[in-house]
Protein backbone atom coordinates (compact mmCIF):
# COMPACT_ATOMS: atom_id res chain seq x y z
CA UNK A 1 0.00 0.00 0.00
CA UNK A 2 2.88 2.24 0.60
CA UNK A 3 4.75 3.34 -2.66
CA UNK A 4 8.09 4.80 -2.52
CA UNK A 5 8.39 7.72 -4.90
CA UNK A 6 11.00 7.30 -7.63
CA UNK A 7 14.05 9.95 -7.53
CA UNK A 8 12.16 11.87 -10.13
CA UNK A 9 8.68 11.23 -9.00
CA UNK A 10 10.03 13.07 -5.55
CA UNK A 11 11.63 15.32 -7.57
CA UNK A 12 8.63 16.30 -9.41
CA UNK A 13 6.28 15.99 -6.28
CA UNK A 14 7.83 17.07 -3.33
CA UNK A 15 9.76 20.52 -4.33
CA UNK A 16 10.10 21.82 -0.97
CA UNK A 17 11.99 18.42 0.22
CA UNK A 18 13.60 17.46 -2.97
CA UNK A 19 13.52 20.67 -5.18
CA UNK A 20 15.68 22.74 -2.95
CA UNK A 21 18.58 20.65 -2.92
CA UNK A 22 21.13 20.08 -5.52
CA UNK A 23 20.69 17.07 -7.83
CA UNK A 24 23.17 14.91 -6.72
CA UNK A 25 22.26 15.44 -3.02
CA UNK A 26 19.65 13.04 -1.50
CA UNK A 27 17.33 14.73 1.15
CA UNK A 28 16.07 13.85 4.79
CA UNK A 29 15.56 17.00 6.19
CA UNK A 30 12.10 18.95 6.05
CA UNK A 31 9.51 16.42 7.09
CA UNK A 32 7.78 15.35 4.09
CA UNK A 33 7.67 11.24 3.20
CA UNK A 34 9.29 10.06 -0.07
CA UNK A 35 5.74 8.45 -0.79
CA UNK A 36 2.55 8.42 -3.33
CA UNK A 37 0.00 10.15 -1.51
CA UNK A 38 -2.86 7.61 -0.26
CA UNK A 39 -5.34 6.68 -3.08
CA UNK A 40 -8.72 7.56 -1.12
CA UNK A 41 -7.35 11.48 -0.42
CA UNK A 42 -5.97 11.45 -4.68
CA UNK A 43 -9.61 10.35 -5.64
CA UNK A 44 -10.92 12.84 -3.31
CA UNK A 45 -9.22 15.66 -5.11
CA UNK A 46 -9.61 14.33 -8.50
CA UNK A 47 -13.46 14.14 -7.70
CA UNK A 48 -13.36 17.94 -6.17
CA UNK A 49 -11.03 19.65 -8.78
CA UNK A 50 -13.56 17.45 -11.53
CA UNK A 51 -16.58 19.14 -9.96
CA UNK A 52 -14.89 23.00 -9.97
CA UNK A 53 -14.03 22.82 -6.29
CA UNK A 54 -11.73 25.69 -6.25
CA UNK A 55 -14.03 28.14 -4.19
CA UNK A 56 -13.76 29.26 -0.61
CA UNK A 57 -14.28 26.60 1.76
CA UNK A 58 -16.99 25.88 4.18
CA UNK A 59 -16.33 28.82 6.86
CA UNK A 60 -17.36 27.84 10.95
CA UNK A 61 -16.39 24.89 12.88
CA UNK A 62 -18.09 21.09 12.83
CA UNK A 63 -19.72 20.15 9.29
CA UNK A 64 -18.17 16.97 7.66
CA UNK A 65 -14.67 17.83 8.58
CA UNK A 66 -15.52 18.29 12.11
CA UNK A 67 -17.83 14.75 11.58
CA UNK A 68 -14.35 13.38 9.81
CA UNK A 69 -11.87 14.15 12.63
CA UNK A 70 -14.38 13.14 15.50
CA UNK A 71 -14.60 9.93 13.62
CA UNK A 72 -10.95 9.25 13.05
CA UNK A 73 -9.75 10.55 16.85
CA UNK A 74 -12.31 7.96 18.22
CA UNK A 75 -11.25 5.16 16.18
CA UNK A 76 -7.28 5.88 15.92
CA UNK A 77 -6.79 7.72 18.92
CA UNK A 78 -9.72 6.80 21.39
CA UNK A 79 -10.59 10.01 21.76
CA UNK A 80 -13.96 11.27 22.28
CA UNK A 81 -13.90 14.94 20.21
CA UNK A 82 -17.40 16.82 20.04
CA UNK A 83 -17.74 17.04 15.98
CA UNK A 84 -18.69 20.57 16.67
CA UNK A 85 -15.63 21.73 18.54
CA UNK A 86 -13.36 20.96 15.58
CA UNK A 87 -12.43 24.56 13.96
CA UNK A 88 -10.82 24.40 10.89
CA UNK A 89 -7.70 26.34 10.50
CA UNK A 90 -5.18 26.88 7.79
CA UNK A 91 -2.18 24.83 9.60
CA UNK A 92 -0.87 24.01 12.33
CA UNK A 93 1.75 26.74 12.81
CA UNK A 94 -1.10 29.47 12.19
CA UNK A 95 -3.17 27.08 14.85
CA UNK A 96 -0.67 27.60 17.46
CA UNK A 97 -0.15 31.49 16.73
CA UNK A 98 -4.02 32.03 16.33
CA UNK A 99 -4.42 30.48 19.77
CA UNK A 100 -1.78 32.30 21.69
CA UNK A 101 -2.96 35.63 20.03
CA UNK A 102 -6.81 35.04 21.03
CA UNK A 103 -7.36 32.60 24.18
CA UNK A 104 -3.95 31.74 25.82
CA UNK A 105 -3.07 34.57 28.92
CA UNK A 106 -0.55 36.61 28.47
CA UNK A 107 2.68 36.27 29.68
CA UNK A 108 5.71 33.86 29.19
CA UNK A 109 5.79 30.57 27.04
CA UNK A 110 7.57 27.22 28.10
CA UNK A 111 8.68 25.75 24.86
CA UNK A 112 10.30 22.19 24.99
CA UNK A 113 13.69 22.16 24.03
CA UNK A 114 15.09 21.01 20.85
CA UNK A 115 11.88 21.51 19.12
CA UNK A 116 10.26 22.25 15.95
CA UNK A 117 12.61 25.00 14.74
CA UNK A 118 9.88 27.45 13.41
CA UNK A 119 8.16 27.13 16.63
CA UNK A 120 11.29 28.78 18.33
CA UNK A 121 10.47 32.11 17.22
CA UNK A 122 6.44 31.66 17.94
CA UNK A 123 6.75 33.11 21.40
CA UNK A 124 8.71 36.53 20.37
CA UNK A 125 5.96 37.09 17.17
CA UNK A 126 3.28 36.62 19.69
CA UNK A 127 4.53 38.94 22.13
CA UNK A 128 5.96 36.90 25.14
CA UNK A 129 9.00 36.07 26.18
CA UNK A 130 10.31 32.29 25.31
CA UNK A 131 11.65 30.04 28.76
CA UNK A 132 13.52 26.66 27.12
CA UNK A 133 12.93 23.55 28.79
CA UNK A 134 15.17 21.96 27.71
CA UNK A 135 16.55 18.26 27.50
CA UNK A 136 19.80 17.61 28.76
CA UNK A 137 21.72 16.07 25.90
CA UNK A 138 23.52 13.31 27.54
CA UNK A 139 19.84 11.95 29.43
CA UNK A 140 19.01 8.57 28.64
CA UNK A 141 15.23 9.38 27.72
CA UNK A 142 13.63 12.51 26.67
CA UNK A 143 11.43 13.65 28.97
CA UNK A 144 9.69 16.93 30.40
CA UNK A 145 11.12 18.40 33.04
CA UNK A 146 8.24 18.59 35.30
CA UNK A 147 10.17 20.52 38.29
CA UNK A 148 11.72 23.36 35.78
CA UNK A 149 8.04 23.40 34.17
CA UNK A 150 7.03 24.61 38.09
CA UNK A 151 9.42 26.97 38.83
CA UNK A 152 9.08 28.54 35.34
CA UNK A 153 5.51 28.97 36.11
CA UNK A 154 6.02 29.99 39.27
CA UNK A 155 7.84 32.58 38.60
CA UNK A 156 5.51 34.14 35.80
CA UNK A 157 5.34 32.30 32.74
CA UNK A 158 1.23 31.64 31.96
CA UNK A 159 1.71 28.87 28.58
CA UNK A 160 2.87 25.71 27.74
CA UNK A 161 3.78 24.96 24.01
CA UNK A 162 3.58 21.08 24.01
CA UNK A 163 4.19 19.04 21.29
CA UNK A 164 2.61 15.57 21.35
CA UNK A 165 4.15 13.30 19.74
CA UNK A 166 6.91 15.31 20.40
CA UNK A 167 9.43 16.29 17.09
CA UNK A 168 12.18 15.93 17.36
CA UNK A 169 12.57 13.62 20.69
CA UNK A 170 10.36 11.23 19.07
CA UNK A 171 8.37 10.40 21.99
CA UNK A 172 5.06 9.43 22.60
CA UNK A 173 4.45 11.08 26.11
CA UNK A 174 2.12 8.34 28.06
CA UNK A 175 -1.02 9.42 30.19
CA UNK A 176 0.83 9.68 33.37
CA UNK A 177 3.54 12.04 31.89
CA UNK A 178 0.92 14.07 30.72
CA UNK A 179 -1.13 13.97 33.88
CA UNK A 180 2.39 15.44 35.70
CA UNK A 181 2.16 18.00 33.43
CA UNK A 182 -1.69 18.56 34.44
CA UNK A 183 -0.97 18.99 37.70
CA UNK A 184 1.73 21.32 37.23
CA UNK A 185 -0.41 23.64 34.76
CA UNK A 186 -3.22 23.39 36.89
CA UNK A 187 -1.58 24.17 40.38
CA UNK A 188 -0.21 27.66 38.43
CA UNK A 189 -3.72 28.38 36.46
CA UNK A 190 -1.65 28.69 33.25
CA UNK A 191 -2.49 26.89 29.53
CA UNK A 192 -1.91 24.64 27.52
CA UNK A 193 -1.51 24.64 23.59
CA UNK A 194 -1.00 21.07 22.06
CA UNK A 195 0.59 20.34 19.03
CA UNK A 196 -0.72 17.18 18.01
CA UNK A 197 -0.01 16.86 14.35
CA UNK A 198 2.33 13.81 14.67
CA UNK A 199 -0.59 11.88 16.22
CA UNK A 200 -1.35 9.40 13.31
CA UNK A 201 2.46 8.41 13.69
CA UNK A 202 2.71 6.76 17.10
CA UNK A 203 4.55 2.87 16.25
CA UNK A 204 4.96 -0.28 17.68
CA UNK A 205 1.33 -0.01 18.34
CA UNK A 206 1.63 2.57 20.87
CA UNK A 207 -1.07 4.91 21.92
CA UNK A 208 -1.45 8.40 21.69
CA UNK A 209 -2.66 10.31 24.82
CA UNK A 210 -4.29 13.45 23.60
CA UNK A 211 -3.57 16.43 26.32
CA UNK A 212 -7.71 16.97 25.84
CA UNK A 213 -8.34 13.33 27.17
CA UNK A 214 -6.57 14.26 29.86
CA UNK A 215 -9.06 14.27 33.11
CA UNK A 216 -9.44 18.33 33.88
CA UNK A 217 -7.45 19.63 31.23
CA UNK A 218 -10.61 21.36 29.24
CA UNK A 219 -10.77 24.34 30.71
CA UNK A 220 -7.07 25.41 30.01
CA UNK A 221 -6.22 23.60 26.62
CA UNK A 222 -6.68 23.73 22.82
CA UNK A 223 -5.62 21.07 20.91
CA UNK A 224 -4.26 22.16 17.26
CA UNK A 225 -3.95 18.64 14.65
CA UNK A 226 -4.06 17.88 11.54
CA UNK A 227 -3.81 15.26 9.07
CA UNK A 228 -0.85 16.68 7.00
CA UNK A 229 2.00 14.84 8.77
CA UNK A 230 0.37 11.44 8.62
CA UNK A 231 -0.75 11.60 4.82
CA UNK A 232 1.84 14.17 3.05
CA UNK A 233 -0.66 17.08 2.54
CA UNK A 234 0.86 19.15 4.16
CA UNK A 235 0.31 21.81 1.39
CA UNK A 236 -2.81 21.49 0.85
CA UNK A 237 -3.17 23.52 4.07
CA UNK A 238 -6.59 22.38 6.61
CA UNK A 239 -5.59 21.92 10.07
CA UNK A 240 -7.99 21.60 13.15
CA UNK A 241 -8.31 23.41 16.37
CA UNK A 242 -10.07 21.06 18.68
CA UNK A 243 -11.57 22.18 21.75
CA UNK A 244 -13.33 20.34 24.70
CA UNK A 245 -14.84 23.18 26.65
CA UNK A 246 -17.76 26.11 25.61
CA UNK A 247 -16.23 28.90 26.72
CA UNK A 248 -12.61 28.01 24.59
CA UNK A 249 -14.60 26.65 21.97
CA UNK A 250 -16.85 29.73 21.12
CA UNK A 251 -14.02 31.99 21.96
CA UNK A 252 -12.08 30.85 19.09
CA UNK A 253 -15.29 30.25 16.91
CA UNK A 254 -15.88 34.09 16.92
CA UNK A 255 -12.56 35.78 15.97
CA UNK A 256 -12.63 37.62 13.39
CA UNK A 257 -12.66 36.54 10.20
CA UNK A 258 -9.50 38.06 9.13
CA UNK A 259 -7.53 35.99 11.62
CA UNK A 260 -8.42 32.67 10.64
CA UNK A 261 -9.83 32.34 7.21
CA UNK A 262 -7.36 30.39 4.64
CA UNK A 263 -7.67 27.04 5.10
CA UNK A 264 -8.17 25.60 1.79
CA UNK A 265 -11.24 23.45 0.50
CA UNK A 266 -9.39 21.13 -1.12
CA UNK A 267 -7.59 20.63 2.53
CA UNK A 268 -10.85 20.00 3.84
CA UNK A 269 -11.68 17.77 1.14
CA UNK A 270 -8.29 15.30 1.46
CA UNK A 271 -8.47 15.63 5.31
CA UNK A 272 -11.62 14.69 5.20
CA UNK A 273 -10.97 11.51 2.83
CA UNK A 274 -7.79 10.67 4.73
CA UNK A 275 -10.23 10.57 8.45
CA UNK A 276 -12.51 8.72 6.51
CA UNK A 277 -11.06 6.42 4.39
CA UNK A 278 -7.35 6.29 5.45
CA UNK A 279 -7.22 3.57 8.04
CA UNK A 280 -5.50 1.19 6.43
CA UNK A 281 -2.98 3.04 4.38
CA UNK A 282 -1.87 4.65 7.65
CA UNK A 283 -1.54 1.06 9.25
CA UNK A 284 0.41 0.14 6.34
CA UNK A 285 2.61 3.54 6.49
CA UNK A 286 3.06 2.97 10.48
CA UNK A 287 4.73 -0.57 9.53
CA UNK A 288 6.64 0.96 7.28
CA UNK A 289 7.75 3.61 9.32
CA UNK A 290 8.77 1.31 11.89
CA UNK A 291 10.69 -0.91 9.63
CA UNK A 292 12.94 2.10 8.71
CA UNK A 293 13.56 3.13 12.15
CA UNK A 294 14.77 -0.17 12.84
CA UNK A 295 16.75 -0.42 9.70
CA UNK A 296 18.26 2.95 10.31
CA UNK A 297 19.38 1.71 14.07
CA UNK A 298 20.71 -1.21 12.21
CA UNK A 299 22.63 1.19 10.39
CA UNK A 300 24.04 3.13 12.77
CA UNK A 301 24.91 0.69 14.68
CA UNK A 302 27.30 -0.76 12.12
CA UNK A 303 28.31 1.81 10.32
CA UNK A 304 28.23 4.76 13.19
CA UNK A 305 28.58 3.03 16.13
CA UNK A 306 29.29 5.73 18.19
CA UNK A 307 25.68 7.76 17.30
CA UNK A 308 23.26 7.85 20.00
CA UNK A 309 19.64 7.79 19.27
CA UNK A 310 17.01 7.63 21.67
CA UNK A 311 14.45 5.03 20.83
CA UNK A 312 12.05 6.59 18.33
CA UNK A 313 8.20 6.00 19.27
CA UNK A 314 6.42 8.12 17.65
CA UNK A 315 7.21 10.39 13.96
CA UNK A 316 9.39 9.69 11.25
CA UNK A 317 11.94 11.97 12.01
CA UNK A 318 15.13 10.61 14.30
CA UNK A 319 17.33 13.01 16.40
CA UNK A 320 21.03 11.39 16.21
CA UNK A 321 23.45 12.74 18.63
CA UNK A 322 26.77 12.61 16.68
CA UNK A 323 29.15 14.53 19.26
CA UNK A 324 31.15 11.43 19.43
CA UNK A 325 32.65 12.30 15.57
CA UNK A 326 33.88 15.85 16.75
CA UNK A 327 31.79 17.88 14.50
CA UNK A 328 30.15 21.01 15.69
CA UNK A 329 27.99 20.93 12.52
CA UNK A 330 27.82 17.31 11.40
CA UNK A 331 24.66 18.56 9.15
CA UNK A 332 27.20 21.02 6.98
CA UNK A 333 29.76 18.36 6.77
CA UNK A 334 27.01 16.06 5.69
CA UNK A 335 25.99 18.39 3.04
CA UNK A 336 29.56 18.88 2.01
CA UNK A 337 31.20 15.80 1.75
CA UNK A 338 28.56 13.15 1.63
CA UNK A 339 26.01 14.77 -0.33
CA UNK A 340 23.13 14.13 1.85
CA UNK A 341 20.94 17.16 3.33
CA UNK A 342 19.94 16.61 7.47
CA UNK A 343 18.17 19.16 9.68
CA UNK A 344 21.49 20.52 11.60
CA UNK A 345 20.28 20.12 15.19
CA UNK A 346 21.29 23.71 16.03
CA UNK A 347 18.52 24.47 14.36
CA UNK A 348 16.00 23.12 17.03
CA UNK A 349 18.35 24.26 19.94
CA UNK A 350 20.33 27.13 19.56
CA UNK A 351 23.98 26.54 20.47
CA UNK A 352 23.24 22.54 20.89
CA UNK A 353 26.37 21.31 18.28
CA UNK A 354 27.05 17.47 17.19
CA UNK A 355 23.41 16.81 16.74
CA UNK A 356 21.35 16.48 13.03
CA UNK A 357 17.39 15.24 12.68
CA UNK A 358 16.84 12.66 9.75
CA UNK A 359 13.97 12.06 8.28
CA UNK A 360 13.79 7.92 7.66
CA UNK A 361 10.62 8.52 5.71
CA UNK A 362 11.85 7.20 2.01
CA UNK A 363 13.16 4.01 0.76
CA UNK A 364 15.14 0.99 2.93
CA UNK A 365 17.36 1.60 -0.45
CA UNK A 366 17.90 5.69 0.09
CA UNK A 367 18.25 5.37 4.05
CA UNK A 368 20.96 2.70 3.33
CA UNK A 369 22.78 5.37 1.11
CA UNK A 370 21.99 8.71 3.52
CA UNK A 371 23.54 6.26 5.88
CA UNK A 372 26.33 5.25 3.94
CA UNK A 373 27.21 8.68 3.20
CA UNK A 374 26.78 10.46 6.67
CA UNK A 375 29.57 7.79 7.48
CA UNK A 376 31.92 8.55 5.45
CA UNK A 377 31.35 12.44 5.39
CA UNK A 378 31.83 12.27 9.26
CA UNK A 379 34.59 9.55 9.64
C1 LIG B 1 5.57 19.58 15.66
C2 LIG B 1 5.22 20.26 14.38
N1 LIG B 1 4.31 21.25 14.39
C3 LIG B 1 3.96 21.91 13.27
C4 LIG B 1 4.51 21.56 12.05
C5 LIG B 1 4.13 22.35 10.84
O1 LIG B 1 2.83 22.15 10.54
P1 LIG B 1 2.10 23.07 9.48
O2 LIG B 1 2.77 22.86 8.17
O3 LIG B 1 0.70 22.57 9.51
O4 LIG B 1 2.23 24.46 9.98
C6 LIG B 1 5.44 20.53 11.99
C7 LIG B 1 6.03 20.16 10.71
O5 LIG B 1 6.78 19.25 10.57
C8 LIG B 1 5.80 19.87 13.17
O6 LIG B 1 6.69 18.87 13.18
Not at 11 to 20: D, I, P, Q, S
Not at 220 to 249: E, M, P, W, Y
Not at 276 to 298: E, I, K, N, P, Y
Request: proline fraction near 6%.
Amino acid sequence: MIRDLTDDEARAALVCKWGEVEPDVLPAWVAEMDYAVAEPVVEALHRAVSAGMTGYPRFGPGGPLGEAYAGFAHRQLGSTVDPVKVLPTVDVTAGVRLVLDTVAPAGGLVFPVPGYSPQLAIAEITGRRRHDLVVDPDAERAELDLDRLDRLLADGARVLLLTQPHNPWGRAFTRAELEGVRDVVERHGAFVVSDEIHAPLVLDGREHVSYLDVEGTADHAVAVVAASKGFNIAGLKCAQLVTASDRLHTALAEVPMARNDSWSVLGVEASVAAYTHGDDWLAALRRRLAAQRDLLVALLAEHLPLARLRPVEATYLAWIDLRAYGHDDPAAVALERGRVRLAPGHDYQPGLGGHVRLNFATSPERLTEIVHRLATALT
